[in-house]
């Protein structure tokens, strides 16, 4: 709620254009995975993920992003994202500590491979449970905090 109340007071998204966000947002979060990936590589298990400045800055980019458009905020799939945030925070996490070893055991080569099919499948699972557990009735959106 700070962080909508600083776009809406101060206005940068009128003064900043969205591809300097969008470029801002990706190296932030290029940053975060970068680091995640050296530290693994060093044998460091750190949690960057809920500690890492890089990461904040890099959602509040994305914050200011999604504010620039209407097209932007209009779409489904924004939307969608939109009214199971909370629910997908609260689920994802599990799911992640679970499809970790698995993805890790499949033999990609690649860090970055992993990262990027760690998290789509995360997101992918998470928002599909979200969307279940949504439909039971009279307790699904209170499960999860859904309005």
């Known amino acids: 709620m700070l962080l909508g109340y600083c776009v809406k007071k101060f206005p940068l998204r009128d003064r900043v254009k ?8 990706l190296l932030c979060f290029l940053a975060t995975v970068s680091l995640q ?5 060093k044998g460091i298990f750190a949690p960057v993920w809920y500690t890492n400045g890089l990461l904040l800055a890099a959602g509040f980019f994305l ?3 999604f504010s620039c458009g ?7 799939v924004i939307s969608t994202l939109s009214y199971y945030s ?5 689920v994802h996490f599990p799911i992640l500590m679970l ?14 491979a992993q990262v990027a099919l760690l998290l789509s499948a995360d997101l992918a699972i998470s928002l599909a449970l979200c969307i279940a557990i949504a439909r ?3 307790i699904g959106s209170r499960i999860l905090y859904l309005k």
Do not use: D, K, W
């Open 37 to 41: 990936i050296f530290a693994y590589s």
């Open 63 to 65: 914050f200011l992003l």
């Open 18 to 25: 969205p591809i300097l966000l969008a470029t801002l947002f």
């Open 70 to 76: 209407a097209a932007l905020r209009n779409s489904r």
């Open 136 to 138: 039971i009735p009279n």
């Open 86 to 90: 909370f629910a997908l925070y609260l």
């Open 99 to 112: 499809l970790a070893p698995h993805i890790a055991s499949l033999g990609i080569e690649s860090h970055v």
